[in-house]
């Protein structure tokens, strides 16, 4: 499996918090007739791809959400979830890892526990943005508050992650021990621009928008699917906040990366791109409905990073599409 995140808590003292109270003072485990915490931890499928684009980071941790929903059968998702708690994250390199046997546990913040009736499992999914679920629905909005417990930019730059589920119960043998596996719902792409032959000198990159592309609006948990929507602002373009710099022979990143819906059209996706001359407020050149796309196969793919370069020649622009970890892959075309 690849594409996956591995998260952890991030810090010592949020496992500490996080003790379950059906522990004895030895830790020797559950007491009969105690509530048994339920302890989880997060997976990685394939850890030298892992997430290295994705605002979850070690550098830049997030939090997500993660609820649970008690049934004696298997669960729809169809309603109200029985619980719902977040956990603080970031992404764990393999040494890390293989330094420490318990570097992907994490606690659930409220801590939650199994239903004292055995016969009762807890099934739990879990996802990023930590939005709150509402009867089986996952609704990502741009203008939500903060203080409603997550923040969605809307704006093509959200990593939205969806897990796996896992289930379990009260007895010791039925507790949970399968890892949750977040896994990048979107393809990414990261635009990077680079002077070719003769283009006049100072040229400098002013605008580079995304036409065609779709945001993450929502997740249907019961089909464990996400629902995208096109953009409202701009026409429906996605702006990558380019800032005005000079085209250099140094192929250089413009703007922030946008992850949206994978296509399974090479005609979807297209660019509104904008330079200047030297002054950098002069218009030199303005290009539309510019198509990008991969050299191998349809589309672009999900839990994919593509870096568009584009080369800038006084006739044209020449671009290649190259994909980078989370998988790797290249890309190419042409524009005049």
């Known amino acids: 499996m690849k594409n996956q995140i591995l998260l952890s808590l991030l810090a010592a003292g949020v496992l500490l918090a996080g003790c379950s109270k059906s522990e004895n003072e030895g830790g020797e485990g559950p007491v009969p007739g105690q509530p048994v ?75 939650q526990y199994y239903n004292a009736d055995e016969k009762i499992k807890t099934y739990i999914k879990g996802w990023y943005p930590a939005a709150k679920s509402a009867n089986g629905k996952v609704t990502f909005s741009a203008a939500a508050d903060p203080d409603k417990g997550y923040v969605y930019a809307g704006d093509g730059t959200d990593d939205v992650l969806l897990s796996n589920e896992v289930s379990g119960g009260k007895k010791e043998a039925e507790q949970i021990s399968e890892a949750l596996v977040f896994d990048h719902v979107t393809t ?49 373009k996605l702006d990558t906040k380019a800032e005005v710099a000079e085209i250099t022979t140094e192929a250089t990143q413009a703007g922030v990366a946008l992850m949206v819906e994978e296509t399974s059209d090479n005609d979807a996706l297209t660019l509104f791109i904008e330079t200047t001359t030297d002054d950098g407020t002069t218009v030199a050149a303005t290009y539309d409905n510019v198509k990008i796309k991969p050299s191998t196969g349809t589309g672009f793919k999900k839990g994919t990073a593509y870096s568009i370069e584009m080369t800038f020649k006084q006739s044209g622009i020449v671009l290649e599409a190259n994909i980078t970890p989370w998988t790797e892959a290249t890309g190419e075309g042409e524009v005049i």
């Not at 621009?193 to 592309?213: D, N, Y």
């Not at 948990?221 to 629902?227: A, E, I, M, P």
């Open 37 to 111: 915490a339920i302890r989880l931890s997060s997976g990685i499928g394939d850890a030298s791809k892992a997430g290295s684009k994705a605002p979850v980071t070690a550098e830049d941790p997030a939090t997500v959400q993660i609820e649970g929903w008690e049934n004696s059968e298997a669960e729809t998702y169809a309603g109200a979830s029985t619980w719902q708690s977040t956990a603080s994250v970031k992404v764990l390199t393999p040494e890390e890892i293989e330094a420490d046997e318990t570097a992907n546990d994490i606690t659930l913040s409220p801590v």
């Open 188 to 236: 990414q792409l990261v635009f990077k621009v680079k002077k070719g032959e003769g283009l006049a000198a100072g040229t400098k990159i002013k605008t580079i928008k995304l036409k065609g592309g779709k945001i993450p609006g929502g997740i249907d948990l019961s089909s464990g699917t996400v629902t995208f929507t096109a953009p409202t602002e701009d026409d429906g």
